[in-house]
């Protein structure tokens, strides 16, 4: 797979009006007060969660990741704030803190859910700092998405099959709202990054770049395939809600949604193209429709 196919960016003066360099102030700018200016404060210790009985909550309860989901949230917010922490352009170091606290109040927005719906789920491991705090920032950015990619697709097709009810989905909307955010904040960050690094380091920075993104893309193109049917979260997604639907018609709901959600955004900023990219090119592969 050549680099260009893996690429998340474009340039900027092909789209919109406004044109100006990747890399630029301007650039800076538009995505970090985007995604200041764009901050939700919904408060998840005052969420009215819907009373559930019957089917409702047992499809709820009968979910398999809410542990996965709460760590992944948890070792998200640390490397966020980690990463934030060691940046020093201010307004920078200011939305990817945010991103941090967006982090930890989903961890919180879970536990509240598995508080009121009596949901049990095991100890949670430590979270330690990240000794490279830019490297894992790489890894969590691109690793969300990929997965939010994904999320996004399930998340309409649970809302489509009524598999949730409207008022749980409506909880959960403006979280996988800001996961949106989360990605197209940092593929415009990377973008920005890869743009400003200094001839000596930059070739290592590419280098991480194209590693971390490189084995997300293989792990994810595996999946799609069905080469690791035991871990194939597409498939496992489908059978959860009970919804059959063949592998390339959730991978063409994915690219809706994600176009979308993304829709909602300054069409000058970069948007996280890798992934719909790869679906594209490999949807054939995928099986009838």
Not at 187 to 210: C, D, G, K, M, T
Request: aromatic share 12%.
């Amino acid at each position: 797979m050549t680099s260009s196919a893996l690429d998340d960016t474009r340039s900027l003066g092909e789209v919109g009006q406004g044109r100006f360099r990747i890399g630029s102030e301007e650039h800076k700018q538009l995505f970090c007060r985007t995604f200041l200016d764009s901050f939700d404060p919904y408060k998840p210790a005052i969420i009215d969660w819907p009373k559930l009985s019957g089917d409702d909550l047992r499809r709820l309860t009968s979910l398999p990741f809410w542990q996965v989901a709460v760590e992944t949230e948890g070792h998200a917010s640390i490397t966020m704030q980690t990463a934030a922490d060691r940046m020093t352009d201010p307004l920078i170091r200011e939305a990817v803190a945010l991103n941090a606290f967006e982090e930890r109040r989903h961890k919180e927005v879970l536990h509240h859910m598995l508080d009121f719906y009596g949901i049990k789920i095991g100890t949670e491991p430590p979270y330690p700092a990240p000794a490279d705090a830019e490297w894992a920032y790489i890894k969590t950015g691109y690793g969300e998405c990929f997965d939010s990619f994904f999320a996004f697709g399930l998340f309409a097709l649970a809302q489509r099959s009524g598999f949730f009810p409207p008022q749980l989905i409506e909880v959960f909307e403006p979280v996988i709202q800001e996961e949106a955010r989360h990605i197209l904040f940092f593929v415009n960050w990377i973008a920005y990054e890869s743009a400003n690094q200094p001839a000596w380091r930059r070739p290592l920075f590419l280098a991480r770049r194209a590693y971390a993104l490189g084995r997300k893309a293989l792990s994810r193109l595996q999946l799609a395939k069905g080469a690791n049917a035991n871990s194939d979260m597409t498939r496992r997604g489908h059978e959860a809600i009970g919804i059959d639907l063949s592998p390339r018609k959730f991978m063409d709901l994915c690219l809706a949604e994600n176009d979308r959600r993304m829709a909602r955004y300054d069409p000058r900023l970069l948007r996280p193209e890798a992934l719909p990219r790869m679906v594209r090119l490999f949807r054939p592969l995928l099986g009838r429709a």
